[in-house]
């Protein structure tokens, strides 16, 4: 079977082996579509026999899917996910409004074709953005065949415009794939300069003296004509004047600009009375403690005073990439800094966020050798590692990027987001056929491997908290495939492993549950990390899996619905929760999980009574009294937020909330030291936690 792909070269998926197919699965579905594949929201009925749209294989109307391309088998449908890290029902919605859109380094969209030129006409896109259908390539809007009309529209206008003459040129649509031009001249002759000029003759006017010449600052003005032999001493005069003040303005503008850049060099610049320094110190704090947007507003305020310092293109640049997706001015800014400085640090920074940036734009190979070379000038560096793996894993070389993730668990224990990568490539190198189909040896390695990556999760659970939800899936996940491979061997050995296994499952759903669903995203971040293979756009395919595999049922609709929350398909998600919440009423877990959903968009009281309910429940869970904490401090109930809080760390002693909590509500109860005490205590637990960084901040400032 062909192992390479005749277009691109890279590895061609085991499914698309089997059907004989030289092409990979990215390089074919843009052969489909090029060739004109079927939306899906044009196809009525989904047939009862059919070809895989994608690779030919023969399917059954059970095992079909609706695709942008028509409908393909559920092999292909699971290849599209594990490669885009977009749930399948995403992708059905983008189908029908089939483009995206690349502006300023962000993607938009999805939208329809008179959405895209709804929006060039009012100038929110222009036509040198790029635009892409789904899982296609990019171009720019002004290449697309379907939108040059408009683009011509548009060009025209902008020549008219620039000419001076808004009705010189205009457009005339005679079919959907042509622009007319319109000669405007035709039935105004006005507009043509040598009809205008047709019989005129030039004329010299003849100059002669208007009077005696008298003193002025402007001698010409007195006299018809500067050749007249009275005056030309006096004008020579009036210029050297003239030029002797301007060198003198030129030299004092020196000076001042001189003074400028050497104070700016020196960091001593000012802006509203502070300097370089003051404002580069607070703004290095401001994103220490999580305020990340507070803190690309102080560096490029310092950046006012002194734009050319490496270390403050050091800072700057991750956070413009990863807090606003401005990839052109991070890549700049990188640029700028490996130029500034030649030190080996800013260098295989420089090289590590040049490598982030070809990888958001799906130039793998690129984004290789950005970190080969970051690597030959740090051989441990852990970000280097841990993005060349990420990099390997989107090249469908799950192999390769497992030895190098395991690499970067041991020199980033603390990064949660690494053993959910690792997690997806053991997956991704195992799962390619299902369990009948391996051998012995093949069994034996992935049991192994599972066990190992059990530890990790273990470990980390018991040391960090940054990743806990996303790590907790994972975990579930693990015990899973354990399960269904001690499920098979059929032994009486196997059959107690399968339940302990399934046990292993319950409880970690059971803690993922219990969790504030907001913990990660209240962690400070390393920007020059990819970790969005540990979001929730990645992680619910596996939430899926999960309820697919084993009968979870009070918690299939809740996990898949939480999934969809933090995959901003909030609307979905609340309804999938709440449809979990119908099935069992009284549970604890679940009423919890529904009332976060309600406080957070602002139904406070209806939020109150659900939590109220999973309180009184049979099960003690942290969750339900964080809530009632939270919204008792909310209410400035001081009392009653301690209450719950302390009730938590009854439970878990090393509750980062509560103790965050507590150390909050003594600062409200103005008693310093036992807030101190407490903070003391969350720092020891958990020193990312941007709300007890802020609480930090504001106490030690006092």
Known sequence: ????????????????????????????????????????????????HANCAVCDAETTGPDLAPSPWGFICRQCCDLCETQTG??????????????????????????????????????????VDEIS???GRWILIRDEDRFRPIVNELKNRQTAKSDGESTDVGTLAGDDN???????????????????????EPKVREVRPVGDPTPSRDIVKNYASPQDPKIIPQIRLSKSRQCWWALGVLVVSLIVASVKITSNKDGLGETGGRTFQDIMNQAISTEKIGDYRRAIDLFNEARRIKSRDAELLLHLAPLTLGVEGQTLSAQKMFVEMMEIDKGANYQKAGLVGLGLIAMTDHQYEQAVEKFESALRLDPEYGQA????????????????????????????????????????????????????????????????????????????????????????????????????????????????????????????????????????????????????????????????????????KNFADALVGLGLYFSRERTEGIRSIEAA???????????????????????????????????????????????????????????????HFAQML??????????????????KKKNPDQALDFLKKALGVDPYYIPLLKLKQEIWSQ
């Open 385 to 552: 590692i841990f993005n060349l793996g990420v990099t390997k894993l989107l090249m469908m070389q799950p192999a390769e990027a497992l030895t190098l993730l395991r690499k970067a668990a041991n020199r980033l224990p603390n990064e949660g987001s690494i053993i959910v990568t690792q997690a997806e490539a053991v997956f991704s190198h195992f799962e390619t056929n299902s369990l009948g189909q391996k051998s012995e040896k093949e069994i034996k390695d992935y049991k192994a491997e599972l066990n190992v990556l059990m530890g990790s999760v273990k470990n980390y659970l018991a040391n960090y908290r940054d990743y806990t939800h996303e790590v907790l899936l994972t975990g579930a996940r693990i015990a899973v495939a354990q399960h269904l491979i001690y499920k098979a061997e059929g032994t009486s050995m196997g059959t107690k492993l399968a339940s302990d296994s399934l046990e292993s499952v319950v409880r970690y759903l059971g803690e993922f549950f219990d969790t504030d669903p907001e913990r990660t995203s209240l962690h400070t971040k390393d920007w020059l990390l990819y970790a969005d293979r540990a979001s929730w756009g990645v992680l619910l395919p596996v939430a899926k899996r999960i309820t697919q595999d084993v009968n979870i």
């Open 178 to 200: 042509q622009t007319v031009p319109i000669d405007v001249s035709v039935d105004r002759p006005f507009i043509k300069t040598e009809e205008l000029l047709k019989g005129i």
């Open 133 to 135: 259908r789904p899982l």
């Open 1 to 48: 079977m062909k192992a390479q792909c005749d277009i691109c070269n890279r590895s061609i998926e085991k499914h698309l082996q089997v059907q004989k197919k030289s092409l990979c699965f990215s390089c074919l579905t843009e052969e489909v579509s090029d060739a004109g594949g079927l939306p899906t929201f044009n196809i009525k009925q989904k047939p009862v």
């Open 650 to 667: 009854a439970m878990d002693p090393e509750s980062i909330e509560a103790l965050h909590g507590i150390a909050e509500v003594q600062q």
């Open 581 to 643: 919440l119908q099935q069992n009423e009284t549970d604890s877990a679940l009423l919890a999980l529904t009332a976060w959903t309600e406080y957070k968009s602002g139904k406070k009281d209806v939020a109150f009574t659900r939590v109220q309910m999973a309180l009184r429940g049979g099960r003690p869970l942290k969750f339900p009294h964080l809530l009632q904490a939270k919204i008792c401090f909310a209410d400035g109930d001081l009392e009653c937020a301690q209450d």
């Open 86 to 127: 977009v749930q399948w029902d995403l992708i059905k919605i983008s189908s029908q409004k089939e483009w995206l859109v690349k502006a300023n380094g962000r993607i938009l969209g999805p939208f329809s074709a008179e959405e895209i030129e709804s929006r060039l006409r009012e100038n929110r896109v222009v036509p």
